[in-house]
């Protein structure tokens, strides 16, 4: 049955955009414009909840919410006819475009934001093919048009030579005045189609998120294709072909509203008492079980990590704490992996995979804040493939594992193809960058008054402080966008870090031989500054397989035996002190030294 028997008018739209092209700002108005805040509860960034997202000025979560619109008397044939609209929010940072392709899935259409001022930037034009390769009506809106420095004629234009979006189909706006929102609001209902689906048809219903909430269980938002749901119904889940009784459900304001039923083109949430974070799976369908649907909607391609690290906690006595922790996060978070993980030097702890460095710091300090734990982490690593000399091939992202240079005939890192938008003044400087990262030059492009760089680079030299540098030296207008493309061999050393001559594995490091030495010779710098001092002198170096390429020595206390010799014969002197050096000695091959965390947290900082 394929029949179009909606009764109420239904718009689905997601807002796109680079970083900081107003997303969050412009959701404001809308929802400011279509009475969905009231004077008590208007706040900046509306639809960002998490405490993290409201400090760092930036969307991690796709947010949705419901609202009203009763057309103008404006709109003139199709005036005072009410739809509704399900909006989502969503995040612009390339760490976060799989939260982006998810909630596509739950649209008809898109808002695709570009900032007046800056134009194109290398995220917009990911984000616009997105929606293009999942079939989306896109509605270009150039936003912050109140800005001094804004060419909104300018920036449509760019967007029609870069994208291919017609500049005449733009929308003029500005998400701080509210210019512009009206027009959007027409926009949106001319000419994004209304849902198809047919709520007679055996209930079909998309998972695209799911939170954990400590009285309900597993929450699942659901996109409803086909079909209808209600309370009491029984539904099954396909992946699993697990069965449950809906406790609740409704739709978001942005809060969680309740409903009496969800159909057919609506957006909504489910609370049937799902209990196992395992049976809740991103990408899988709903069906009822008295009324099923035969075949699934198709899901999502799986997020693939790219970027690993441990994470361990500083009291071992947190350890259950932790992976409880991370399994509700994982359920949050569907790019989010991990697994167990044992550190002689950290204990108890898991190795995790992140889609990038942002990532990595964010789902950290969600553990810390959201779950009270305190953590190291161990330094990130990319995913290097490995061919032994007897011809076995394996990958490991764990640099504890990585074997030495003797029993491997290769060894391949991932490489990545980036694009860089920037003015044309900080061309050179960028590059520079980009050749210090062992990157090669693919092509350059012009585009108005910018520039378009294309490098291929070794994915593992732009994660510590990549982004940071080009922002500093581009004076924060150039922008970044990369996808992995292939894997090449490198010439890769592993870095082992001995403390007192015992080996410290948490602070093995993989590095390609030119740039071995100056990271070995930071590490054991940093760690002679922040181990206590004992006894005895205690040697801190970095290696590559049994050679020393770095040292730093911690020294030792020293009593002064000679305090009570005042004149007297030398050899009086050498005998005491003879006797305090084959007694330090002594120690030294007895003694052990304690790393405390503190070193570790020091060492491993992403500053340092």
């Not at 976060?96 to 909630?103: A, L």
């Not at 293009?132 to 420095?149: E, G, Q, R």
Request: proline letters at 5%; aromatic letters at 8%; charged letters at 25%.
């Amino acid at each position: 049955m394929t029949g179009r028997l909606l009764t109420v008018k239904f718009r689905n739209f997601s807002i796109i955009a680079h970083v900081d092209h107003g997303k969050s700002t412009l959701a404001d108005r809308i929802l400011e414009n279509l009475g969905a805040m009231s004077e008590r509860d208007k706040r900046e960034q509306t639809l960002d909840t998490l405490e993290l997202e409201r400090e760092r000025g930036i969307t991690i979560k796709s947010t949705p919410v419901r609202l009203s619109y009763t057309r103008p008397a404006s709109a003139g044939e199709g005036a005072g006819e009410e739809y509704v609209f399900n909006l989502i929010d969503t995040p612009g940072h390339v760490d976060f475009g799989y939260e982006v392709s998810r909630s596509l899935a739950a649209c008809e259409g898109v808002l695709l934001l570009v900032d007046a001022s800056q134009g194109v930037e290398a995220q917009t034009i990911v984000n616009a093919y997105l929606a293009i390769d999942s079939n989306l009506t896109i509605i270009p809106v150039i936003n912050k048009i109140d800005l001094p420095a804004a060419d909104p004629e300018g920036a449509a234009q760019e967007m029609e030579e870069v994208v291919g979006i017609p500049a005449e189909d733009a929308i003029f706006a500005s998400g701080k005045t509210g210019a512009g929102v009206p027009e959007i609001l027409e926009a949106i209902v001319k000419r994004i189609p209304a849902p198809s689906g047919n709520p007679e048809a055996p209930l079909k219903a998309l998972i695209f998120d799911s939170v954990y909430d400590a009285y309900q269980g597993v929450l699942l938002f659901v996109r409803v294709l086909e079909g209808r749901v209600a309370a009491r119904d029984k539904i099954n889940l396909f992946s699993n072909g697990k069965n449950f009784e809906v406790d609740r459900l409704g739709t978001f304001s942005p809060g969680l509203i309740v409903g009496q039923s969800l159909e057919a083109g609506e957006v909504g949430w489910i609370a049937a008492g799902i209990r196992d974070i395992g049976d809740a799976q991103v990408g899988d369908t709903i069906t009822r079980t008295d009324f099923p649907t035969t075949e699934p909607f198709p899901g999502f391609k799986p997020a693939q990590p790219v970027v690993f690290s441990g994470l361990f906690p500083t009291d071992t006595e947190d350890y259950r704490k932790l992976r409880e922790a991370l399994e509700r996060l994982k359920l949050n978070d569907a790019a989010f992996s991990f697994e167990p993980e044992t550190s002689e030097a950290l204990g108890f702890g898991f190795r995790c995979g992140f889609l990038g460095l942002l990532h990595a710091e964010i789902i950290q300090e969600r553990l810390e804040r959201e779950y009270d734990l305190d953590l190291i982490a161990t330094a990130p690593a990319v995913i290097y493939r490995i061919t032994m000399n007897d011809g076995e091939v394996f990958q490991t992202q764990n640099p504890a594992q990585f074997p030495t240079r003797d029993r491997m005939q290769k060894v391949e890192e991932p490489y990545i193809r980036m694009s860089v938008m920037l003015p044309e003044e900080h061309v050179g400087a960028v590059m520079q960058l980009l050749q210090e990262r062992r990157g090669s030059m693919v092509t350059m492009n012009y585009i108005g008054k910018r520039v378009e760089l294309i490098y291929q680079v070794p994915f593992a030299e732009i994660l510590y402080d990549f982004h940071d540098r080009l922002k500093s030296i581009s004076r924060g207008y150039a922008s970044m966008d990369y996808e992995i493309i292939d894997y090449r061999e490198g010439d890769l050393r592993k870095v082992d870090i001995y403390v007192n001559n015992e080996i410290v594995d948490a602070l093995a490091v993989v590095v390609h031989e030119d740039k071995a030495y100056t990271l070995g010779r930071k590490i054991v710098d940093k760690m002679s500054e922040v181990i206590p001092r004992q006894m005895w002198a205690v040697p801190v170096q970095a290696a590559i397989g049994g050679k020393i390429i770095a040292r730093a020595t911690v020294k030792a206390f020293r009593k002064d035996v000679l305090a009570k010799c005042y004149g007297g014969d030398i050899s009086r002197k050498k005998k005491l002190l003879n006797k305090q050096k084959k007694g330090k000695a002594r120690m030294k091959q007895i003694g052990t030294v304690e790393v405390p965390q503190e070193a570790f947290l020091a060492v491993l900082s992403t500053d340092n």
